[in-house]
């Protein structure tokens, strides 16, 4: 049996994009009240585990969100260290903590990361079975320990690479139309764009590849679709050229 490191644990800020909403993919906790014995608080954290004495953080980075999608070999980048002596201040949060490990746990250190995927391809049966359902980033609000902290630190990275590099990609779909693709970086950045100027400025990049493919079933004129050339992106001595908008 594998040895846990009780003060060492690794963190996912998972994001995904349904088309519409930028969401984050939470697992959630049912807590005995401790007001009322036959009672349960219900609330919400970050994907993450301790690591084990065999692992490497990115190691345990990737079974996290196997477990949690099903998926391998997606975007995943290191985030921040988060090590404040106070970061598990709340009792219930020390109580669960001992209570899932059988370990006197004091503190945690945490290497966060955060990671963006299609949610379409990700595996229901497998957040279903670890309790994890995808949920607005705009109405997260509060979760335990310091995820939420932790959260916002990985959207406003988001935004930032957003404009530096097209990470954004790996949040859409192989195929996508420009109006997809806009409304990716209007919710991601969290403001209108104009329309006229985003078209301009994506369609200058070499590695957007218009396809002879159009929408299907919809109720207005079929938009022409899109695709992400990544080996375009990757030779282009332009690669690290953002879309500041």
């Not at 201040?89 to 669960?96: F, G, M, S």
């Not at 097209?166 to 997809?180: A, D, I, K, M, S």
Request: hydrophobic share 40%; with cysteine; glycine share 4%.
């Amino acid at each position: 049996m594998l040895k846990l490191n009780p003060h060492l644990s690794v963190d996912c800020v998972i994001f995904g994009f349904d088309g519409q909403n930028l969401k984050a993919l939470l697992t959630k906790r049912n807590i005995p009240d401790p007001e009322n014995a036959n009672k349960f608080i219900t609330d919400y954290k970050l994907p993450g585990d301790f690591i084990t004495d065999e692992e490497d953080l990115q190691t345990a980075a990737n079974r996290i969100l196997k477990e949690l999608t099903g998926l391998t070999n997606i975007f995943l980048k290191q985030l921040w260290v988060f090590g404040s002596p106070r970061r598990i201040n709340k009792e219930r949060d020390i109580n669960w903590l001992r209570e899932t490990t059988g370990l006197p746990i004091e503190r945690v250190v945490t290497i966060a990361y955060y990671s963006l995927i299609k949610i379409a391809e990700s595996q229901q049966e497998n957040a279903n079975i670890n309790n994890a359902l995808w949920i607005k980033v705009e109405e997260i609000s509060e979760l335990a320990f310091d995820h939420f902290e932790i959260l916002q630190r990985g959207l406003k990275t988001l935004r930032t690479r957003l404009q530096i590099e097209p990470v954004g990609f790996e949040l859409l779909p192989r195929q996508f139309t420009l109006r997809q693709l806009q409304n990716l970086y209007e919710v991601i950045l969290g403001r209108e764009l104009d329309n006229r100027n985003f078209r301009k400025k994506i369609l200058k990049a070499e590695y957007l590849v218009a396809t002879d493919d159009k929408e299907k079933e919809v109720a207005h004129k079929p938009a022409r679709l899109f695709m992400f050339d990544k080996d375009i992106y990757e030779k282009s001595e332009m690669r690290d050229l953002g879309f500041q908008f």
